[in-house]
């Protein structure tokens, strides 16, 4: 399936994934001397995104008729969410991390962007939207195994987590997934899948800066 979806939608998002693993943020968690202080800030923002995100894959899942692929879908979220849980709550505890805090711009607009398009009652463009936040992380955990030691690393969980066999299994799934629906649908409703998923693909890269950086540079 030279002529997939996903493989057009990644070859267009493929200069900010290049500008992600680029980034200093990503650069430092990879050799373990990114400041704890911007963790920390990252990881407060992500505990909030995370929780809307968990909520949003189960209504996600509302919109998938099939049974199988429905239960395939339920699935991975629940899987996902719950090793993602578990290894923010081991390093909440280990860097003393303040979770309470309001959301950053940057994680109310992509919540918001996810939201929206799973309102349009589309599981296509749905999916879309909600791709590039497992597909992104799974691709950068990946990466960052490649090319860095993760023993004492102390962010090794989270590299972990996201470059594990089951959760790239997990995505290769949703993957397929998404490229039946794509074949399946007119070309307009193609097009918005791909407008959603390259906005979200934007928003990943501004939800690593925004945690490097301490601000919204949009």
Known sequence: MNNSWTKQVWAEALPVYNDIIDHPFIKELASGSLPVECFDRYLAQDELYVGNYGRQMFELADL????????????????GIEGEKAMHQLLIERFGIDTKVLPSPVTADYNAHTQEAIAT??????????????????????????????????????????????????????????????????????????????????????????????????
């Open 121 to 218: 009652g589309s599981k296509e463009i749905g999916l879309a939207a909600m791709l590039p936040c497992m597909w992104v992380y799974n691709e950068v955990g990946l990466h960052i195994l490649r090319i860095a030691s993760v023993e004492g690393n102390p962010y090794k969980e989270w590299i972990q987590e996201y470059g594990n066999e089951a959760f790239t299994e997990g995505v290769n799934l949703v993957l397929q997934l998404a490229d039946s629906y794509a074949e399946a649908v007119d070309a307009d409703t193609r097009a918005k899948m791909t407008a959603a998923f390259l906005e979200a693909t934007r928003f990943e890269y501004w939800f690593w800066d925004y945690g490097y950086c301490g601000k919204d540079r949009r």
């Open 64 to 79: 998938i008729t099939d049974p199988e692929q429905h239960a395939m879908f339920e699935a991975f979220a629940r899987e």
